[in-house]
Protein backbone atom coordinates (compact mmCIF):
# COMPACT_ATOMS: atom_id res chain seq x y z
CA UNK A 1 0.00 0.00 0.00
CA UNK A 2 0.84 3.73 -0.67
CA UNK A 3 0.31 6.81 1.66
CA UNK A 4 1.37 10.08 1.83
CA UNK A 5 1.09 11.90 4.92
CA UNK A 6 0.91 15.95 5.24
CA UNK A 7 0.59 16.69 8.52
CA UNK A 8 0.10 20.35 8.73
CA UNK A 9 -3.45 21.68 6.96
CA UNK A 10 -2.55 24.95 7.51
CA UNK A 11 1.08 26.88 7.24
CA UNK A 12 0.73 30.98 7.88
CA UNK A 13 4.34 32.57 7.67
CA UNK A 14 5.21 36.10 6.41
CA UNK A 15 6.40 37.41 3.43
CA UNK A 16 10.32 36.79 3.59
CA UNK A 17 10.12 33.93 6.29
CA UNK A 18 11.50 30.26 5.33
CA UNK A 19 9.01 27.95 5.12
CA UNK A 20 8.89 24.31 5.05
CA UNK A 21 5.87 22.12 3.85
CA UNK A 22 6.32 19.03 5.67
CA UNK A 23 5.67 15.35 3.46
CA UNK A 24 5.81 12.08 5.08
CA UNK A 25 5.31 8.68 3.14
CA UNK A 26 4.84 5.07 3.00
CA UNK A 27 5.62 2.78 0.59
CA UNK A 28 7.58 -0.79 0.41
CA UNK A 29 9.13 -0.14 -2.93
CA UNK A 30 11.27 2.82 -4.60
CA UNK A 31 8.86 5.41 -5.06
CA UNK A 32 8.21 8.42 -7.34
CA UNK A 33 7.70 11.56 -5.61
CA UNK A 34 6.48 14.80 -6.81
CA UNK A 35 4.99 17.69 -5.47
CA UNK A 36 1.57 19.68 -7.00
CA UNK A 37 0.31 23.34 -6.46
CA UNK A 38 -3.08 24.72 -6.99
CA UNK A 39 -3.53 28.53 -6.96
CA UNK A 40 -6.78 30.10 -6.47
CA UNK A 41 -9.38 28.73 -8.85
CA UNK A 42 -6.64 27.05 -11.41
CA UNK A 43 -6.06 23.26 -11.81
CA UNK A 44 -3.46 21.51 -10.25
CA UNK A 45 -0.29 21.58 -11.86
CA UNK A 46 3.32 19.97 -11.02
CA UNK A 47 5.48 22.17 -9.04
CA UNK A 48 8.66 19.84 -8.60
CA UNK A 49 9.60 16.00 -9.10
CA UNK A 50 12.47 13.99 -6.42
CA UNK A 51 14.07 12.74 -9.66
CA UNK A 52 15.09 15.94 -11.21
CA UNK A 53 16.69 17.61 -8.35
CA UNK A 54 15.60 20.59 -9.06
CA UNK A 55 14.56 24.26 -7.94
CA UNK A 56 11.50 26.00 -9.13
CA UNK A 57 10.21 29.25 -8.58
CA UNK A 58 12.54 28.98 -5.50
CA UNK A 59 11.39 25.93 -3.63
CA UNK A 60 13.42 22.20 -3.43
CA UNK A 61 12.74 19.39 -2.03
CA UNK A 62 14.89 16.19 -1.06
CA UNK A 63 13.96 12.63 -0.87
CA UNK A 64 15.30 11.55 2.33
CA UNK A 65 14.54 7.89 1.87
CA UNK A 66 16.05 6.99 5.42
CA UNK A 67 13.02 9.33 7.29
CA UNK A 68 10.78 8.44 4.19
CA UNK A 69 10.34 12.35 4.28
CA UNK A 70 9.70 14.83 0.90
CA UNK A 71 9.95 18.10 2.43
CA UNK A 72 9.25 21.16 0.40
CA UNK A 73 11.70 24.33 1.20
CA UNK A 74 12.07 27.86 0.14
CA UNK A 75 14.83 30.11 2.15
CA UNK A 76 12.49 33.42 1.43
CA UNK A 77 8.34 33.26 1.29
CA UNK A 78 6.29 35.31 -1.61
CA UNK A 79 2.63 36.44 -1.52
CA UNK A 80 2.30 34.44 -4.98
CA UNK A 81 3.28 31.44 -3.34
CA UNK A 82 -0.33 31.12 -1.30
CA UNK A 83 -1.41 28.29 -2.74
CA UNK A 84 -2.92 24.48 -1.62
CA UNK A 85 0.23 22.42 -2.00
CA UNK A 86 -0.08 18.43 -2.68
CA UNK A 87 2.81 16.14 -1.79
CA UNK A 88 1.76 12.90 -4.24
CA UNK A 89 3.75 9.74 -4.50
CA UNK A 90 3.64 7.36 -7.75
CA UNK A 91 4.72 3.41 -7.03
CA UNK A 92 7.54 1.87 -9.08
CA UNK A 93 7.45 -0.81 -11.63
CA UNK A 94 5.37 -2.28 -14.04
CA UNK A 95 1.36 -1.32 -14.14
CA UNK A 96 1.75 0.57 -11.00
CA UNK A 97 1.12 4.06 -12.18
CA UNK A 98 -1.27 4.68 -9.36
CA UNK A 99 -0.61 8.48 -8.15
CA UNK A 100 -1.59 8.98 -4.68
CA UNK A 101 -2.06 12.54 -2.83
CA UNK A 102 -1.56 13.83 0.63
CA UNK A 103 -4.79 15.72 1.66
CA UNK A 104 -2.68 19.24 0.86
CA UNK A 105 -1.11 21.74 2.86
CA UNK A 106 -2.74 25.18 2.62
CA UNK A 107 -0.18 28.05 2.41
CA UNK A 108 -0.67 31.69 3.09
CA UNK A 109 1.79 34.49 2.95
CA UNK A 110 1.62 37.36 4.96
CA UNK A 111 2.79 40.27 3.65
CA UNK B 1 -3.85 20.58 -27.28
CA UNK B 2 -6.00 22.16 -25.00
CA UNK B 3 -5.59 19.83 -21.70
CA UNK B 4 -7.77 18.07 -20.28
CA UNK B 5 -10.87 18.73 -19.79
CA UNK B 6 -14.16 18.27 -17.62
CA UNK B 7 -17.56 18.64 -17.86
CA UNK B 8 -19.75 21.22 -16.65
CA UNK B 9 -17.79 22.95 -14.83
CA UNK B 10 -20.28 23.12 -12.33
CA UNK B 11 -23.43 21.05 -11.20
CA UNK B 12 -25.74 21.46 -8.85
CA UNK B 13 -28.49 18.82 -7.95
CA UNK B 14 -30.88 17.18 -6.26
CA UNK B 15 -30.42 14.43 -3.60
CA UNK B 16 -31.49 10.94 -5.54
CA UNK B 17 -30.84 12.46 -9.03
CA UNK B 18 -28.02 10.92 -11.43
CA UNK B 19 -25.11 12.65 -12.38
CA UNK B 20 -22.57 12.18 -15.13
CA UNK B 21 -19.02 13.69 -14.86
CA UNK B 22 -17.25 13.32 -18.19
CA UNK B 23 -13.34 14.20 -19.06
CA UNK B 24 -11.55 14.04 -22.38
CA UNK B 25 -7.90 13.21 -21.80
CA UNK B 26 -4.74 14.77 -23.41
CA UNK B 27 -4.80 12.83 -26.73
CA UNK B 28 -2.28 10.40 -26.66
CA UNK B 29 -2.35 9.72 -23.28
CA UNK B 30 -3.08 6.04 -21.70
CA UNK B 31 -3.93 6.62 -18.54
CA UNK B 32 -6.93 8.81 -16.89
CA UNK B 33 -6.84 8.86 -13.10
CA UNK B 34 -10.59 10.82 -11.33
CA UNK B 35 -10.47 12.32 -8.25
CA UNK B 36 -12.33 13.67 -5.75
CA UNK B 37 -11.21 16.82 -3.70
CA UNK B 38 -12.86 17.89 -0.59
CA UNK B 39 -11.86 19.95 2.62
CA UNK B 40 -11.87 17.19 4.97
CA UNK B 41 -10.16 14.49 2.95
CA UNK B 42 -8.20 16.31 0.40
CA UNK B 43 -7.29 14.52 -3.07
CA UNK B 44 -8.84 11.13 -2.92
CA UNK B 45 -7.87 8.95 -5.86
CA UNK B 46 -11.48 7.10 -6.72
CA UNK B 47 -10.53 4.85 -9.68
CA UNK B 48 -7.93 5.28 -12.61
CA UNK B 49 -7.48 3.49 -16.10
CA UNK B 50 -4.82 2.45 -18.48
CA UNK B 51 -5.49 1.88 -22.30
CA UNK B 52 -8.96 2.73 -21.37
CA UNK B 53 -8.86 -0.49 -18.57
CA UNK B 54 -9.65 0.26 -14.95
CA UNK B 55 -6.83 -0.93 -13.02
CA UNK B 56 -7.83 -0.17 -9.53
CA UNK B 57 -11.13 0.94 -8.38
CA UNK B 58 -10.57 0.60 -4.53
CA UNK B 59 -11.16 4.11 -3.91
CA UNK B 60 -14.32 4.28 -5.16
CA UNK B 61 -16.90 5.11 -2.30
CA UNK B 62 -19.51 2.99 -2.86
CA UNK B 63 -21.54 1.10 -5.55
CA UNK B 64 -23.19 4.49 -6.19
CA UNK B 65 -20.21 5.63 -7.98
CA UNK B 66 -19.55 4.03 -11.47
CA UNK B 67 -16.72 5.18 -14.17
CA UNK B 68 -16.02 4.31 -18.12
CA UNK B 69 -13.96 4.54 -20.42
CA UNK B 70 -15.27 3.88 -23.64
CA UNK B 71 -12.72 4.68 -25.50
CA UNK B 72 -8.94 6.77 -25.46
CA UNK B 73 -10.71 9.95 -25.58
CA UNK B 74 -13.63 10.43 -22.99
CA UNK B 75 -14.08 8.56 -19.89
CA UNK B 76 -17.47 9.58 -17.51
CA UNK B 77 -17.82 9.26 -13.65
CA UNK B 78 -21.34 8.21 -12.61
CA UNK B 79 -23.50 9.10 -9.85
CA UNK B 80 -26.46 7.44 -8.63
CA UNK B 81 -27.79 8.28 -6.72
CA UNK B 82 -26.46 11.35 -5.49
CA UNK B 83 -26.42 12.60 -1.62
CA UNK B 84 -25.18 15.82 -0.24
CA UNK B 85 -21.99 14.03 1.10
CA UNK B 86 -20.69 13.67 -2.79
CA UNK B 87 -20.25 17.20 -2.89
CA UNK B 88 -16.84 18.24 -3.79
CA UNK B 89 -14.39 18.84 -6.49
CA UNK B 90 -14.31 15.96 -9.47
CA UNK B 91 -10.72 16.18 -10.74
CA UNK B 92 -9.52 14.09 -14.10
CA UNK B 93 -6.16 13.81 -15.11
CA UNK B 94 -4.22 12.19 -17.21
CA UNK B 95 -0.67 10.73 -18.06
CA UNK B 96 1.57 9.29 -20.57
CA UNK B 97 3.22 6.60 -19.38
CA UNK B 98 6.95 7.21 -19.34
CA UNK B 99 6.68 10.37 -18.93
CA UNK B 100 6.33 11.98 -15.18
CA UNK B 101 3.95 14.66 -14.98
CA UNK B 102 -0.10 14.07 -14.65
CA UNK B 103 -2.19 16.98 -16.21
CA UNK B 104 -5.20 18.17 -14.68
CA UNK B 105 -8.23 19.30 -16.20
CA UNK B 106 -10.11 22.42 -14.15
CA UNK B 107 -12.27 19.97 -12.38
CA UNK B 108 -16.27 20.04 -11.85
CA UNK B 109 -17.67 21.47 -8.64
CA UNK B 110 -20.52 19.49 -7.44
CA UNK B 111 -23.38 20.44 -5.21
CA UNK B 112 -25.86 17.82 -4.28
CA UNK B 113 -29.08 19.53 -2.33
Known amino acids: AQRVTQPEKLLSVFKGAPVELKCNYS??????LFWYVQYSRQRLQLLLRHISRESIKGFTADLNKGETSFHLKKPFAQEEDSAMYYCALRGSGGSNYKLTFGKGTLLTVNP | DAGVIQSPRHEVTEMGQEVTLRCKPISGHDYLFWYRQTMMRGLELLIY????????DSGMPEDRFSAKMPNASFSTLKIQPSEPRDSAVYFCASNLQGYTEAFFGQGTRLTVV
Open chain 1, 27 to 32: YSGSPE
Open chain 2, 49 to 56: FNNNVPID
